[in-house]
């Protein structure tokens, strides 16, 4: 039985790309990874008017149940250009909730 070690963010994170790229701030996540991002509470809240408020709530609480429901260890997103702990990633998707 093959064992599955990492969880990809990315089926959830692409349902609002342009979202993601418009708090692409600081350089691009190709090079930069995370860090690339401005996750502030500022950013996001001038960002998501843009855009489809409960659309994003929705696909980020799924991305969070679906974190809680992996057997993985780790989560990983191409677009975030970032593998780290599943709890890590989780609490970091939980707050961007809390700013929304």
């Known amino acids: 039985m093959k064992t599955i070690n990492n969880f990809d963010a990315d ?20 090079c930069c990874g995370i860090g690339a991002f401005d996750f502030s509470k500022e950013n996001i809240k001038e960002t998501i008017v843009f855009y489809n408020e409960l659309d994003i709530t929705n696909n980020l609480e799924e991305l969070v149940t679906g974190i809680n429901n992996s057997k ?11 593998s780290e702990n599943k709890e890590i990633f989780k609490t970091r998707i939980e707050k961007i909730l809390s700013f929304i």
């Open 11 to 30: 089926k959830y994170l692409e349902l609002n790309l342009e979202f993601w790229q418009d708090l692409e701030k600081h350089f691009v996540a190709e």
């Open 72 to 82: 993985t260890k780790t989560v990983s997103s191409s677009i975030l250009n970032l």
